[in-house]
């Protein structure tokens, strides 16, 4: 994460009262340096008072090729100084609403006025930049008494998630499962409104990365997984090897082709149909642990979101939800065999999959396990009538001790502030498709920024 750390300022404060700037100065490094504890790389500037000087700072930024501009108003500053420069930038712009004085009651000593008034020139700027359209996110707080800090963090990387859908290259194996309209979009409708290119793969072009696979590579991949993954029983070498061989075979495909998600529609596999010979649901959760996207059944939509969330939240996954609990007010995720392997709470356990759905495939293996325990965003994308929409919700994914679905991937969720019923309908209500992502350690006014960044109507229940 790269920020650019913009100070505002006043030049009358410059002209009339020099002796206040060494403390700011030294209040704008503490923050800077605050940044960069979190592992945040922080490009600075000098304070910034007149036009020029915000034009020549945000185009430092736009060098340095930062993911968002973090403001943080030093004292009041006149928004028409910066407005121009902030609005005419592509950069995302979080605001930081901090100042360095903790408490300001009835007995502070009235000198600390002139370091703790920056917040009204929050409101200068923020009202301008309502009315020149410029999307921006803000969170207030003290800087070392609040959380504000990661929150401002947390917007960044909701930022670097929508910046990272443009230009996304989804590939899909073996087309569209037949009959499946809720996530089906015309591929130029998701290029013209994301950027998002969809890479088909037809069985051709499999054939030829399965073909190439050597028996090297499948040996060393099957020590890599003897080392991550425990074995269950029923295992057949010889199918074994079929489900290694076509993972390797997907890999080198979404490799060569840079790709940033894709889409498997397990229906379709075959080395006369897709090309490979067994469902490979390894890869594809090896894949999201590595940060490429991935949805089911040739969603090459919601494949390309969950790519894009994966560039600012590492623990983001594909999922699907299959049942209610409605005693005890729970969701229960799973899908065939996929999970992005960065979530487990359990060590995955290869284990030979119950069935095989297409007429010319291998029986596929798959590492099943639990889903961790923790609060985040659930997620849907979907086409309405007029335009796509975000809905989202927050949730918990119940932490538990034991289970007795040790041959399914799993999760429990709890939708914070509903129940079972009520997220159901509301669900069913803006037309969410079956389809989703659960986003580990996102908050409400991420996504909500997220959606702001792409157009997006948005809704959070």
């Known amino acids: 994460m790269k920020i650019g750390l913009l100070p505002l300022y006043v030049k009358l404060y410059d002209d009339v009262a020099q002796d206040i700037r060494p403390r700011l100065n030294e209040f704008y490094e503490k923050i800077a340096v605050e940044f960069e504890s979190r592992d945040v790389d922080v490009v600075r500037s000098p ?24 403001t943080i108003h030093m004292a009041y ?13 592509n950069l995302p712009l979080v605001v930081l609403d901090t100042t360095e004085t903790l408490e300001f009651t009835n007995e502070q000593d009235p000198a600390e006025l002139m370091y703790c008034h920056g917040i009204h020139g929050v409101m200068d700027m923020c009202s301008m930049l309502t009315r020149y359209g410029k999307d921006y996110a803000i969170a207030a707080g003290h800087w070392t008494e609040s959380d504000v800090i990661d929150r401002v963090c947390g917007l960044v990387r909701a930022a670097i998630s929508a910046k990272a859908l443009e230009g996304a290259k ?16 015309p591929y130029i409708e998701m290029k013209d409104r994301f950027g998002i290119s969809v890479v088909e793969s037809y069985g051709d072009v499999l054939r030829e990365y399965y073909n190439s696979v050597t028996e090297d590579e499948i040996k060393a991949e099957k020590n890599e997984n003897k080392a991550l993954y425990d074995f269950g029983g029923n295992i057949d070498e010889r199918e074994y090897t079929e489900s290694v061989r076509s993972c390797i075979a997907l890999r080198k495909f979404v490799s060569d082709n840079k790709l940033t998600a894709f889409s498997v529609n397990f229906m379709r ?9 067994s469902m490979p649901f390894l890869e594809c959760c090896k894949s999201m642990q590595r940060g490429i996207g991935y949805a089911g059944e040739g969603d090459t939509l919601t494949a390309a979101f969950v790519g894009a969330l994966l560039k600012g939240y590492k623990d983001t996954t594909f999922v699907e939800i299959f049942c209610p609990d409605w005693k005890n007010d729970l969701l229960f995720l799973s899908h065939m065999g996929e999970v992005n392997y960065g979530i487990a709470d359990t060590k995955p356990c290869i284990y030979r999959a119950g069935r095989k759905y297409a007429e010319e495939d291998e029986n596929p293996y798959a590492g099943y396990t639990r889903m961790k325990g923790g609060r985040g965003m659930y997620l849907n994308i979907s086409r309405g009538r007029d335009d796509f929409k975000l809905f989202a919700c927050p949730a918990e994914m119940i932490d538990y001790d034991h289970d007795t679905f040790e041959t399914a991937i799993r999760g429990w969720m709890k939708p914070i502030g509903n129940t079972t019923a009520s997220f159901l309908e509301a669900h069913s209500k803006h037309g969410a ?29």
């Open 47 to 70: 304070f910034c008072r007149l036009k020029d000087e915000f034009r020549y700072a945000v185009s430092s930024f736009e060098r340095e090729n930062v993911d968002a501009i973090v």
């Open 77 to 89: 500053s006149p928004s028409l100084e910066s407005i121009e420069a902030l609005s005419d930038t």
């Open 170 to 185: 989804v590939g899909l194996v073996g087309n569209s499962f037949a009959g499946m309209g809720d996530f089906r979009v």
């Open 269 to 277: 596999i075959g080395p006369n149909d897709a090309g490979i010979t």
């Open 433 to 461: 498709t079956h389809h989703s992502i659960f986003v580990y350690g996102a908050t409400a006014e991420e996504i909500e920024y997220f959606g702001k960044l792409l157009g997006l109507e948005t809704i959070i229940i």
